[in-house]
Every structure is written in structure tokens, then in C-alpha cells.
């Protein structure tokens, strides 16, 4: 039986970080532009495919910068498939740098739709799934003295619109818990939530209810793309080791 022996050591500014959701939207986003400033990108979603067509869109940009991008097939609601993911990373790197927990659903309804799957699918994707990363990656970071926790949540953690009280519950639940990792964790981790506002992205298309699909039309009339979020991790990640920025909120200039 032979071993996976590590890649040789990276340079300094070069890191090994994980994305959940990376097969669509700002996971991707976030993904491509990491590999292009160099990063080893570990990138997990359900959808392999969407993944491997990643990491061929990329090749070319990873061999001029130095990075690149694994696609590993992920189910961030199975906690042991979350903690084999983080391994996985562990095993080709030697380490694991950052893990940036964007994996997320946004089945909106009015509560007396009474959707209570899709309730469920929400909180075990946006809460539990958040809940396995750091279940998964925390030890890795403290053992290494060092690591990033990076948390995608959104402007619905800040306020609760018609139609969004679960998915609003389920973000503001991303950024407590970030927030609590933050002041529970050793100064050598450093730990961000990144709030997006209204982006394109395929949230909306798994809106089931008719009235809050047709509402979220108009509302993302004046969306952003995904490359306003990728760009503000990105920053995120940049900062020289003494510098934790803790909290981003990224909405188009319409939205209010």
C-alpha cells in the first residue's frame, strides 16, 4: 500500500483553500479567482461535473499563476463527507490554509405555504452544513496554529423581508455562529463573514412558491455578479497575517 505523499511546501502568499458550493454562482466565482491569483483551490459541491468543467475552464489561468483546482464531489448536510472533504485537502497539500463555507439554498416562501421540506433543506444546508466545515476544519487550523474561516451568509442576516423568514433565520444563524467562532478561537485563526446582497446567481430558481419566485424577479432586477463577492474575499484572504477582517457586506447600489 503506498501513501499520497504531499505536495511540496507553497510559497507564503500561495494557500490551500477549500470552497463548498464551488459548481455555480459566487462559489465559482470565488474558485476561479482564486486559482488565478495562485491558490490551490480544493473545490466541493454535489455536482461533479459543473466542477470538472471548472477545473478545465481554469486549467489555463492555474498554469500562468501557479494554482489550481481539485473538483471533489460534496454534500455539506453529511457531516462525515464534510470532514472526508477537509482530509482529502489535508492529504494531497499538507495543509489547509482556508475554508471558505458558501454552500447555500434560498427556497423562499410565505410561512403559511407552510414548505416545511424546504425549511428543512435550508437549515440543514445553511446551518448544519456551515456547522460541518467548522466541525471538520477547526481542529486542522489548531493544530497548524494558523488557518481562515471565511463565511458566505447574506444581507438577509441583517434584515427579514416577506418570504424570508427561514432563509433570513438561516443566514443570520451563519453569522452568529462566525461571529462566535471569532471571539471562541485563538488569535492565529482569523475569521470572516461576507454578506452579499442581491447576485446573480441560481438561488432563485429553486423557488417553488409562485408569489415569492414572481417577487424575486423584480427584486433582482439590478443584481451584481459574482465576481463583486469573489473580489471581496479575495481582499479578505490578502491581508498580512495581523489583519482579521472580521465582517463585508457587497450589495449593488439600488438595493436598499
Not at 433565520?169 to 452579499?196: C, D, H, M, N
Not at 495581523?242 to 450589495?251: A, F, K, L, S, T
Amino acid at each position: 500500500m503506498t501513501t499520497q505523499q504531499p505536495e511540496r511546501a507553497e510559497p507564503a502568499d500561495r494557500k490551500v483553500v477549500l470552497v463548498t458550493g464551488a459548481s455555480s454562482g459566487i462559489g465559482a466565482a470565488v474558485a476561479a479567482r482564486l486559482v488565478a491569483e495562485g491558490h490551490r483551490v480544493v473545490a466541493g459541491a454535489r455536482r461533479i461535473d459543473r466542477l470538472r468543467a471548472l477545473a478545465e475552464s481554469t486549467a489555463e489561468t492555474a498554469s500562468r499563476s501557479g494554482g489550481g483546482l481539485q473538483p471533489v464531489r460534496l454534500d455539506v448536510t453529511d457531516r462525515a463527507d464534510v470532514a472526508a472533504f477537509v482530509q482529502t485537502a489535508r492529504d494531497r497539500h499538507g495543509r489547509v490554509d482556508v475554508l471558505v463555507g458558501n454552500a447555500g439554498v434560498m427556497p423562499l416562501s410565505r410561512l403559511d405555504s407552510l414548505l416545511v421540506d424546504e425549511w428543512d433543506r435550508m437549515i440543514d444546508v445553511n446551518v448544519r452544513g456551515l456547522l460541518h466545515g467548522i466541525a471538520a476544519a477547526l481542529p486542522v487550523f489548531t493544530a497548524q496554529r494558523s488557518g481562515h474561516f471565511v463565511t458566505v451568509a447574506s444581507t438577509g442576516a441583517h434584515e427579514v423581508v416577506p418570504t424570508g423568514a427561514v432563509y433570513c433565520a438561516t443566514k443570520y444563524a451563519a453569522w452568529a455562529i462566525t461571529e462566535g467562532l471569532r471571539q471562541e478561537t485563538a488569535p492565529f485563526i482569523r475569521v470572516t463573514t461576507i454578506s452579499p446582497g442581491v447576485v446573480e446567481s441560481e438561488l432563485a430558481d429553486t423557488i417553488t412558491e409562485p408569489g415569492a419566485a414572481e417577487a424575486m424577479r423584480a427584486y433582482r432586477a439590478h443584481a451584481i455578479g459574482p465576481a463583486a463577492i469573489a473580489g471581496a474575499v479575495s481582499y479578505a484572504l490578502a491581508q498580512p497575517p495581523d489583519v482579521d477582517v472580521n465582517e463585508i457586506v457587497v450589495r449593488p447600489v439600488r438595493q436598499r
